[in-house]
């Protein structure tokens, strides 16, 4: 998708190294033409490609399992269930979303804003010339290739949508899931992504570098997560009657180190998976820079908690790999292994401070702002700074350290301030019909009982707030229930 | 001496024990525990079935304090743990036949007297 030139490059480079071989050998056999070794090796590339695209769509698609335990082990016992229950509503809306409307506006080619083709998407149908797929060479009719492809930006838009909501935790009404998911997933992500990726937005004439989406799916749910957390305000007791931010502590630190991991594993498939081509196993490289730009986060966080809180804070060091890597999400295809830590090591850096500062004004239980927000928006200008001539794209420049100028950091710039643009205005406006209409936020009741007993009607963990004793039976009174149950087994030859 | 026992939301905690600290009484116990009166119980449905919760969390406060002080104590929890609604709790006042203090093997009121910086360190 955003390297579609790179593919015929490789390609060329693959049969060369072929043709060497093969040209000693061809002594006993038919010497083959170069026509039946390009259609064999596009065959073949074709397939393993396909293999890679759906293998990375289901590990994108396992950071689902990540988001949910992220948020879990950062909300209290009492708002645990209904995190479960929004993870797997908005996925779902998101896949029914997505296929009907969001793909084909997205990636179907057409004009400036928005795509043409590619809607309800079935086998047959015919995609657009300007259409992703069309470009990257899987022809205009759709098969089984396609469908890898779209499944694969599909658990992108998951992502995106899951990102959204970590910073409306414990407060808000489960009805603004699905009605804020569909218009997301139809409308914001879409655009987005239609600008960036399909190449629709080329400040200065240049091609934008966001590899795998430190804008389009992590600046855009963090966009999202702003939107939503102005109008929902801080959760109860966040703020003392001092105006100073006080702890709500997560109930379960294990589950959210579970997540961070979860996601690393995850994000192979992200930033590895957005060659969408197995040809010259550039992933192997992609896999390594995103490793390094992970660890590079988890170091700096590390630092910068001991910096400034004298302690080795365990969320801010899971924050840290988060962090490190949305911000090698951008430039994972662009630049080399040493920059990755480099660039890993400032977002760790960057969201420590930045967690602690938005923390002063803002109640985002996940951190989101700082490590989907900032972290992202480092990551795409850090393309700007880092990018390697050898990795860029035609219509790109290397970057201000490898003496291609100011223009692409100028232009990744522009990206980030679009991004936010579109996202920020379409989100608000929608969070606030919401909030105006069905409303956003629940009940001071409904907040001190938690969301799950409250929305939900049921306990994430029932043995918490249910004493036992009112267990065993309904409307009964305990003890004699089971005081009478104990004498009649245990002497059954009186009765 | 008078032991100051008081049923209250979760929520009145921290204003309470903020304020007693200002006025000198840094000295409390506090459990969590569940209970039922007025209040309605919280019906919790799993998979159709449902049962009813009637002992709703609340937080105990006990205090143990000199017959002169027990209407400050008191009022200090009114002032904050009320909101008008049902489940707001209640207050006991029960007197106090005897207390040792068991480092020193003290006796009688002088057990209840706070240590002379112990409000000045939680203030600071």
């Keep these: 998708m955003k390297r579609p030139n790179m593919r015929g490059a490789m390609l060329s480079a693959a049969i060369a190294s072929l043709l060497m071989p093969t040209a000693a050998l061809a002594q006993d056999e038919a010497p083959p033409t170069l026509q039946s070794l390009t259609d064999g090796l596009a065959a073949t590339g074709s397939d393993v490609s396909a293999t890679w695209i759906m293998l990375s769509a289901i590990l994108v698609i396992l950071m689902q399992v990540g988001f949910m335990f992220l948020e879990i082990g950062f909300a209290r016992g009492k708002n645990v269930g209904t995190i479960v229950a929004k993870i797997l509503v908005n996925f779902s809306i998101a896949a029914v979303v997505w296929w009907a409307v969001g793909y084909g506006i997205a990636f179907g080619g057409g004009g400036q804003f928005i795509g043409d083709s590619g809607f309800l998407l079935n086998v047959g149908q015919t995609m657009s010339e300007t259409s992703i797929p069309t470009v990257l060479g899987y022809g205009a009719e759709v098969n089984g290739m396609h469908f890898t492809y779209f499944l694969f930006q599909f658990a992108f838009v998951a992502v995106s949508l899951a990102i959204v909501w970590g910073s409306t935790l414990e407060r808000i009404k489960f009805i603004a899931y699905p009605i804020y998911a569909v218009v997301f997933v139809a409308v914001i992500y879409p655009l987005v992504a239609h600008q960036v990726w399909a190449g629709n937005l080329h400040p200065f004439g240049l091609l934008i570098q966001d590899f795998a989406g430190s804008s389009v799916v992590h600046l855009t749910g963090a966009t999202g997560a702003l939107a939503a957390v102005l109008l929902l305000g801080p959760r109860r007791g966040k703020f003392g009657a001092d105006g100073k931010p006080r702890p709500i502590p997560g109930h379960n630190m294990p589950l959210f180190g579970l997540a961070v991991l979860i996601l690393w594993v995850g994000w192979f498939g992200f930033n590895a998976g957005s060659t969408v081509s197995a040809t010259g196993a550039i992933f192997g490289q992609v896999a390594v820079v995103t490793n390094l730009g992970a660890a590079g986060g988890v170091i700096g966080a590390a630092i910068m908690a001991l910096a400034l809180g004298k302690t080795l804070d365990v969320g801010m060091v899971g924050n840290g790999a988060i962090g490190g890597l949305v911000a090698i999400t951008a430039p994972s295809g662009y630049v080399d292994p040493w920059a990755a830590a480099v660039i890993g090591l400032i977002a760790g850096l960057i969201i420590v401070p930045a967690i602690i500062g938005i923390e002063k004004k803002i109640d985002d239980p996940v951190g989101v702002l700082a490590v989907h927000g900032l972290a992202g928006i480092w990551g795409t200008l850090s393309c700007g700074l880092f990018t390697t001539e050898a990795l860029t794209l035609e219509g790109q420049k290397s970057g201000l350290f490898y003496g291609g100028g100011a223009e692409q950091l100028a232009a990744q710039f522009v990206a980030v301030v679009a991004t936010f643009l579109i996202v920020f205005i379409i989100s608000f406006a929608t969070f606030y019909l919401i909030k105006k209409t069905v409303g956003l936020r629940v009940t001071a009741d409904e907040e001190i009982a938690g969301l799950d007993i409250s929305e939900h009607g049921m306990y994430g963990y029932p043995e918490q707030f249910i004493p036992e004793a009112e267990l065993v039976g309904y409307g009964s009174s305990p003890t004699l229930t089971s005081a009478s149950a104990v004498a009649s087994t245990a002497k059954p030859q009186e009765v | ?124």
């Design chain 2, 1 to 124: 001496m008078k032991m100051i026992t008081a049923y209250i939301r979760h929520d009145a905690f921290e204003p309470i024990r903020s304020e007693l600290l200002e006025l000198g009484f840094p000295s409390m116990t506090i459990a969590d525990v569940k209970g039922s009166g007025r209040q309605k119980g919280i019906t919790e449905q799993y998979r159709g079935a449902s049962v009813t919760n009637y002992l709703r969390p609340k937080l105990k406060i006990e205090c143990a304090v000199s017959d002169g002080d027990v209407q400050t104590i008191v009022d200090t929890i009114l002032k904050h743990a009320r909101t008008g609604n049902v489940g707001d709790g209640k207050i006991f006042v029960s007197p106090i036949e005897q207390a040792y203090r068991i480092r020193t093997g003290e006796s009688g009121e002088e057990t209840l007297q706070a240590h002379p910086d112990a409000a000045e360190a939680a203030k600071g």
